[in-house]
């Protein structure tokens, strides 16, 4: 059971928009903590998509953004396209648990 | 360009122990903060360890809690993990990542991953 929840899964149709939530609590996003957000294509190392809620690093398309409210935040995906589909995760900073801890990730399907 | 390389990964018994090996280059090793990240297989990712940027500081996920010992070399820019009482629920890919700058060394984010290396513990 992950402290971060996540949807197993979403879908959607190329050129669709689909959005994953992350949903934490008091000693995570409610403490002030940030939410960050990794793409991990199959095979492969994670990689950063979003950092610090809504700051994509350079390279990474302006489909991809993050946005963060009180206990809960969202990665949103626009106009989706078949190299999107991925594992992503979301990964903050629990106070109670004082550690780094991570959703149990989203496997995104693009039909 | 940052680079990341693991190694020390291997198929163990379990109760015995390993040694992974981080090696990092292009940047300056010595004024960040490092971490272990694992992934056991088909499963999602699960932070196991941090280290200040000059060894002051170590923190652990409860399940390696007095039985892995992460540590870092700023003179040969390698950061380490010791495995000892190793047991079949440890098997994953081990990944060292950075912590981004601007960000304290526990709670940050990791801008560069190494690309892993597998620990298998079995009988």
């Known amino acids: 059971q992950s402290v971060l929840t996540q949807p197993p899964s979403v879908s959607g149709a190329p050129g669709q928009r689909v959005t994953i939530s992350c949903t934490g609590s008091?000693?995570?996003?409610?403490?002030?903590?940030?939410v960050h957000w990794y793409q991990q294509l199959p095979g492969t190392a994670p990689k950063l998509l979003i950092y610090?809620?809504?700051n994509r690093p350079s390279g990474v398309p302006d489909r991809f953004s993050g946005s963060k409210s009180g206990t809960s935040a969202s990665l949103a995906i626009t106009g989706l396209q078949a190299e999107d589909e991925a594992d992503y995760y979301c990964?903050?900073?629990?106070?109670?648990?004082?550690?780094?801890?991570f959703g149990g990730g989203t496997k995104l399907t693009v039909l | 360009q940052v680079q990341l390389v693991e190694s020390g990964g291997g198929v163990v018994q379990p109760g015995t122990s390993l040694r992974l090996s981080c090696a990092a280059s292009?940047?300056?090793?010595?004024?960040?903060?490092m971490h272990w990240v694992r992934q056991a297989p088909g499963k999602g990712l699960e932070w196991v360890a941090v280290?200040?940027?000059?060894?002051?500081?170590?923190y652990y996920a409860d399940s390696v809690k007095g039985r892995f010992t992460i540590s870092r070399d700023n003179s040969k820019d390698t950061l380490s993990l010791q495995m000892n009482s190793l047991r079949a629920e440890d098997t994953a890919v081990y990944y060292c990542?950075?912590?981004?700058?601007?960000?304290?060394?526990?709670?940050?984010?990791?801008?560069?991953w190494g690309q892993g290396t597998l620990v298998t513990v079995s009988s």
């Open positions: 990542a950075k912590v981004a700058p601007h960000y304290s060394d526990s709670s940050g984010y990791f801008d560069h």
């Open positions: 292009g940047f300056t090793f010595s004024n960040y903060g």
């Open positions: 280290i200040s940027y000059d060894g002051s500081h170590k």
């Open positions: 008091s000693s995570n996003f409610g403490a002030g903590y940030d």
């Open positions: 610090g809620n809504t």
């Open positions: 990964q903050s900073y629990d106070s109670s648990l004082s550690g780094v801890v």
